[in-house]
């Protein structure tokens, strides 16, 4: 997977034609396998939009395509397309990748923090939410927010490592759960 990844991040460096990025991401048959590589590859416009076009074309959820693609448009500071892309109101939609995206669009923690709340009886994937939750509540000194979605999480990741990793980051900031 990895591989692929960095073929694509290559021929982005290069600045080559998007049909060139199209063309290696055709390679992926099926769409979990699509939002498997995600994670690998680095963010860019282009390479977002060609993955969301693969996606439609693999017949996935369009909410989790136009998550991404407004994730990255995000990362990029514009803000004005990504909310095009999922609407200034919370989607209707149970899919988490487009719901975050939703909410990473008011900057202001503490706005972010009360979007990202609201999608969690929404999305379909709480441990994701629940870590944004985490990771934008610690970085900016909620600390009473923070603490409450690492207690979420510990008591609910099932993976020893990654649960253990929570425990640490707790530990580490002087917290009790």
Known sequence: MSRI???????DRRGVHWN?????????SDAETLWTLVPYLAPSLPVARMVYRRAIELNASEDRARGYLATIHGFFADDETAAAITGQQMPSTRDTELLLAWASLDWEADRHIARLQSVLPHADNLRRVWGAIASTASRTGRDAVAVDAYRWLIAHE??????????????ERGWSI
């Open 5 to 11: 990844a960095e073929e694509i991040d290559a021929l």
């Open 20 to 28: 060139d990025i199209l063309t290696v991401l055709r390679r992926i």
């Open 158 to 171: 099932t993976d020893e490592k990654e649960r253990n990793r929570f425990l640490s980051i707790v530990r």
